[in-house]
């Protein structure tokens, strides 16, 4: 059974930034791409980021230049570095399976505010 938990969100000011991570099990973490997506208040699901089992990345335009996902496979983790955050990336963040939000965690909010 896919499990993610994600933590590292909190309150931070316009230009900071924060480092999301995100625990995974139940699945064979490394043979899977892995995915960001996000959620802002009364909006859908937004994907954000992708990285394939071999460690190449995509990323939305929205946050293209700004966001960096990595992982470690030996660790079952995935990471993503937010930097130059905006009030529009206030939103509570998830890591998942699939682009659509499909096998996702908990999430981890992420308000950007001064």
């Known amino acids: 059974q896919v499990q993610f938990v994600e933590s590292g969100g909190g309150l931070v000011q316009p230009g900071g930034s924060l480092r999301l991570s995100c625990t995974a099990s139940g699945f064979p973490f490394s043979r899977f791409f892995l995915n960001w997506v996000r959620q802002a208040p009364g909006k859908g699901l937004e994907w954000i980021s992708t990285?394939?089992?071999?460690?190449?990345?995509n990323y939305a335009d929205s946050v293209k230049g700004r966001f960096t996902i990595s992982r470690d496979n030996a660790k079952s983790m995935l990471y993503l570095q937010m930097d130059s955050l905006k009030p529009e990336d206030t939103a509570v963040y998830y890591c998942?399976?699939?682009?659509?939000?499909?096998?996702r965690g908990p999430g981890t909010q992420v308000t950007v505010s001064s």
């Open positions: 998942a399976t699939d682009r659509d939000g499909s096998n």
């Open positions: 990285i394939s089992s071999l460690g190449k990345t």
